[in-house]
Nanobody, 117 residues
């Protein structure tokens, strides 16, 4: 069974940094469009960043210039580097891998990020 396991969340002060990791099993991350989403309390899940198989990236306006999505094919892991964190970045962060050609669409269990003021 394909699995995504996130790690790296935690508590950080405003202006700090965190790097989230999402390790994939039973699927090479190189064949999927990868994405990070987040969901804050009483809010809908929102798309934060995407990384296509061709290497193109896209970011939500709220995180542009602060967050970077990347992948390491040798470790089969996707990352989200988050800098200059703000309290409004507080949320549960989820990684997603999608491959329309194979019908794959899998989510991780989420990791909590809390940014204190």
């Amino acid at each position: 069974q394909v699995q995504l396991v996130e790690s790296g969340g935690g508590l950080v002060q405003t202006g700090g940094s965190l790097r989230l990791s999402c390790a994939a099993s039973k699927i090479p991350v190189s064949i999927a469009t990868l994405a990070w989403y987040r969901q804050a309390p009483v809010k809908q899940r929102e798309l934060v960043a995407t990384l296509t198989t061709g290497g193109s990236t896209n970011y939500a306006d709220s995180v542009k210039g602060r967050f970077t999505i990347s992948r390491d094919n040798t470790k089969n892991t996707v990352y989200l580097q988050m800098n200059s964190l703000k309290p409004e970045d507080t949320a549960v962060y989820y990684c997603n891998a999608e491959s329309r050609s194979t019908g794959l669409n899998v989510w991780g269990q989420g990791t909590q990020v809390t940014v204190s003021a």
